[in-house]
């Protein structure tokens, strides 16, 4: 569409995070996912008649920590809201959220470009509410509700229009992503729905300052999706506009399998929600004192971690880059760290390598968390440990390290009992050199007569005869005297 | 008709038995069929219980409330127990728990005799609106008991239970107690736990006790009282001990007469009957001096959009999808809700939910429900600013005495205006009483209602009592 550049999309997001306490919102249920459908429930999260709704604290504290880490302002009193519709999976009748008097408002996230650029993405307010059931619709008998997703808490987080490309707006949902997990109140699964998103997209002629009629993108459940259903919405206001047309206001649903975003029947989006505030539940009181507190226990976020590890183990910024990307990577490698017997800016560098190499190919090829990694820190740092005191050289390393991942033995036991420790004792290197060198008389005199190349050979055939368990270094050492006396 | 005091009086002589007791108003049950008292009777379930504390009488174990059979409000959960709330759409609906008022009677001893029929989920004046058909005034089965715990005043007029547990959220306890000639409370909104009483108006709803004397009353009051942590809006207050504070002495007690209350709309004999009761608290050293509440005019109004958006949003749950009545064979979900909803509930229960969602509605919410919520906050001014005054306000606690059944029953304005004394304490989250006040030429009783502050039941317990006792 070659007129493409004369637009600007603006876009919003709406962010919804399920919050990992243990129980629900308003009673004390439990949010385990996966559990049988329909067993994590009670009166309350039924909406049996009579009940009444508690609030659970810590959904407060895990929305002060999202508040602060997004530079909100943190209401002292807010108010719940109940937000009407009829819907099977809704219980009540209606969902508890927050309308009016949301907790945290005006906030703001950078976020953060290929080339190290950065911008400010204003967020204009998040609030706490109840997930609603799930309805299955595809099992042969009829449509199925499963209810124990009720009254789990979510935050929704609201951007302001800031956003100008589908880019920017992945990029927005990975840092509300890292944010998120790095607090450690959502586990920012998309595909699972813990991270949901929807979407408010409007196109303009560049230049203008108007915004123009927007529509909402629901449904775009992985971070992929979000890209191509703002790129597929965007180009179809964007021909609308050119053909003369006008966008129209409403709301559509990304169908990932045929690439298009179908608008939603009028009567399911015609809702008049008739927001009033939740009379069962008492204002959110909020004082200084408790968000000092919350302040108190928020974590290194990704850019600070990430600086820090320039600073302080010099590492490149690639390095330190890959390793925070992610707070359990993070936490990892400095579990690894810690445990080193020598801190220096080479054992960091080694840490490093092993933890982004080695350590992520496993859990790219196994398909698993870091915290599912077989192999704790502790171990890992012992193994580092090993090669930096010259136990085992850094080839060695390579089959302990395979071997941690199956057995639960430490590195040590390993070497040990596999026979791994590197020879290190002169004498033994020497014997097997002198060997070599009588045995192979012609390639000596190749060397003496300055064909430096065969120096390789004569390493490899020393290694290959003591099982790869030589010091390399001393090896070079040793031959180096040898060849030149 | 027997007190409380006077069934220990004959537990500890051994004249009779918590069984005796409990047979005794089964029989009373029995024998009042015709008054459509109650909707369930625990029969065999009650006099076990009785059996049982019987037993701990005996062993001096027993909870301050052994000896009183208490009958409760269809609309307040008992475990295992239909609720119905007077409504079809709830008629084979058994409660998985009991409200915390109930497990705290339980806990005090008190047995639970049965569920009493009530105008559907609590809208109405007159207990006509029940599914299962009106109640019957003892006094003249032609007249009303008022409502909408119609059932909980004539269970205790009739001698059916010691006391009975109703709800309030514009005069519904005060107003039958009226009517019927019994003594009806409405604590403080936050004292007694709404835990288990199924929403009406969540703001307004009380759950409160009634009984033969004003002393009964305060016993109930006393056990039911109290934060419940199921209840967030239940308050932290502390519950004095309500029986001991009905000293009767009222010397220098200072009584408010707001002069609001006292027009035009007023019968004479009510009046009139009112006003020598207060001639007597004068005697008796009190201070009474006319007050006003100058938003009075506009507390029928504000009750019926704020009650009404409240219900609105609380009865959305009832759409047959996982409880209660479920229309046959709908063609799709939204046939499902419809016919559910308009076969399951009644003519007023439809109307107060239209009501509501037209004041919620987009356009509509700033005009109605948000001036409501402004409106109400000046209703509850002009009682602090009058309780800085007074201690206690006094009024009638009805316009009239008990009407005839379908008198007002086409005129729903009419049937609002019943409770025109009654939902400024439900507004004001401030506690009243009914208490019988004598009767009018044809023998109906008149009641009188004493308002007091907020957390001030004692006092209000305490005019009430006196009041009772002194003509």
């Known amino acids: 569409m070659p007129s493409n550049e004369h637009y600007e999309p603006v876009i919003g997001l709406e962010v919804h995070c399920q919050l990992l306490t243990k129980s629900k919102a308003f009673c004390s249920c439990s949010t385990q996912f996966g559990n049988e459908p329909n067993s994590n429930v009670c009166p309350i999260c039924l909406g049996m008649p009579g009940v009444l709704p508690v609030l659970n604290k810590q959904v407060v504290e895990f929305t002060i920590k999202m508040g602060l880490a997004t530079h909100c302002t943190i209401a002292p009193k807010s108010i719940f809201a109940r937000k009407n519709y009829f819907y099977p999976d809704l219980p009540k009748g209606f969902q508890i959220s927050q309308y009016e008097e949301p907790l945290c408002t005006d906030g703001f996230v950078d976020i953060e470009f290929e080339d190290g650029k950065k911008k400010k993405i204003g967020i204009t307010r998040i609030h706490m509410e109840e997930d609603a059931g799930k309805s299955i619709h595809d099992i042969d008998i009829d449509t199925v509700v499963d209810v124990n997703r009720c009254g789990v808490p979510l935050i929704e987080i609201v951007s302001e229009p800031d956003l100008r490309s589908p880019h920017e707006a992945y990029l927005y949902l990975y840092k509300i992503r890292q944010i998120v997990t790095y607090l450690g109140i959502c586990d920012g699964n998309m595909e699972e729905g813990s991270l949901r998103c929807d979407a408010n997209v409007s196109v303009r002629k560049k230049g203008e300052t108007k915004f123009g009629t927007k529509t909402e993108v629901k449904n775009m459940n992985s971070f992929r999706f979000v890209e191509r259903a703002l790129e597929y919405e965007i180009g179809r206001q964007i021909a609308l506009l050119e053909d003369g047309q006008k966008v129209l206001q409403e709301t559509l649903l990304w169908d990932s399998n045929q690439g298009i975003a179908v608008p939603m029947r009028s009567k399911e989006e015609a809702h008049d929600y008739r927001y009033f505030p939740e009379p069962d539940l008492v204002p959110v009181a909020v004082n200084q004192n408790w968000v000092n507190k919350v302040k108190a226990t928020l974590p290194e976020f990704p850019s600070e971690r990430r600086d820090r590890y320039l600073k302080e183990y010099k590492l490149p910024k690639y390095d330190a880059d890959v390793l925070t990307t992610e707070k359990g990577l993070a936490d990892y490698f400095e579990g690894v760290v810690e445990n080193l017997d020598k801190k220096s800016d080479e054992t960091y560098k080694l840490a490093s390598n092993w933890t982004m190499t080695d350590v992520l190919r496993v859990l790219k090829v196994q398909h698993i968390e870091i915290s599912d990694f077989p192999v704790p820190p502790k171990n890992l740092s012992e193994m580092i440990n090993l090669i930096v005191d010259g136990t085992i050289s850094g080839k060695i390393a390579k089959d302990v390290f395979e071997e941690m991942l199956k057995s639960k033995d430490s590195p040590r036991t390993i070497v040990e009992k596999r026979g791994l420790v590197q020879v290190s004792e002169e004498g033994a290197i020497e014997k097997v050199v002198d060997e070599i060198l009588s045995k192979n008389k012609e390639q000596v005199d190749k060397y003496r007569s300055g064909k430096n190349q065969v120096f390789g050979f004569f390493v490899g055939e020393t290694m290959k005869a003591m099982k790869g368990k030589a010091n390399p270094k001393m090896v070079n050492e040793i031959l180096k005297k040898k060849l030149s006396s | ?471």
């Open chain 2, 1 to 471: 008709m027997k007190s409380f005091d006077i069934l220990r009086q004959e537990l500890s002589a051994g004249t009779t038995s918590c069984e005796k007791i409990a047979q005794t108003y089964l029989a009373a049950i029995d024998n009042g069929k015709h008054l459509n008292t109650f909707l369930s009777v625990f029969a065999e379930k009650a006099r076990l219980n009785a059996v049982a504390i019987d037993k701990k009488l005996k062993s001096g174990k027993a909870g301050p409330l052994a000896g009183m059979v208490v009958s409760v409000k269809d609309v307040i959960c008992v475990k295992d127990e239909r609720v119905t709330c007077g409504s079809r759409i709830l008629e084979n609906f058994v409660s998985l728990y009991d409200a915390t008022a109930v497990s705290r009677l339980k806990a005090a001893d008190a047995v639970i005799i049965g569920k009493c029929n009530m105008d559907e989920f609590a809208m109405g004046s007159s207990t006509e609106n029940s599914a299962f058909g009106r109640v019957k005034l003892p006094q003249d089965g032609a007249r009303i008991p008022g409502g909408s715990s119609g059932g909980s005043a004539v269970a205790v007029r009739a001698g059916m239970s010691t006391t009975s547990l109703g709800s309030d959220t514009g005069g519904s306890i005060r107003q039958p107690a009226a009517l019927t000639g019994v003594v009806g409370m409405k604590p403080t909104y936050g004292r007694v736990s709404r835990y288990g009483l199924v929403a009406f108006a969540s703001s307004l709803d009380c759950i409160g006790p009634f009984g033969v004397c004003v002393k009964d009353v305060a016993a109930v009051l006393k056990v039911i009282a109290g934060h419940d942590e199921n209840d967030s809006t239940s308050a932290v207050v502390p519950v004095p001990d309500y029986v001991s504070s009905l000293t009767k002495d009222i010397q220098g007690l200072r009584v408010g007469l707001p002069k609001e209350y006292y027009g035009s709309a007023l019968n004479t004999e009510i009046r009139e009957a009112v006003e020598r009761k207060i001639e007597s608290l004068r005697k008796n050293g009190a201070n009474v001096v006319e007050v006003s509440l100058p938003s009075t005019d506009y507390c029928i109004a504000t009750y019926y959009i704020l009650a009404t958006a409240e219900a609105s949003s609380n009865l959305a749950r009832y759409d047959g999808a996982r409880y209660g009545y479920r229309s046959q064979n709908p063609e799709d979900l939204m046939e499902m809700y419809v016919e559910s909803r308009t076969n399951g509930f009644g003519a007023e229960v439809k109307r107060r939910i239209m009501l509501g969602t037209y004041v919620l509605s987009a356009g509509y919410y700033d005009a109605y429900y948000k001036k409501g919520q402004i409106v109400r906050r000046l209703i509850y001014d002009d009682f602090h600013r009058a309780f800085e005054k007074v201690d206690v306000l006094i009024t009638p606690t009805s316009p009239t005495t008990a009407f005839r059944a379908g008198e007002k029953a086409d005129d729903p304005l009419q049937m609002y205006l019943s409770d025109i004394y009654t939902t400024s304490a439900n507004l004001a989250g401030i506690p009243g009483i009914s208490v019988p006040c004598g009767n009018d030429k044809q023998g109906l009783p008149i009641g009188l209602q004493v308002l007091g502050k907020h957390f001030d039941e004692a006092t209000v317990l305490k005019v009430a009592d006196f009041l009772e006792t002194n003509v």
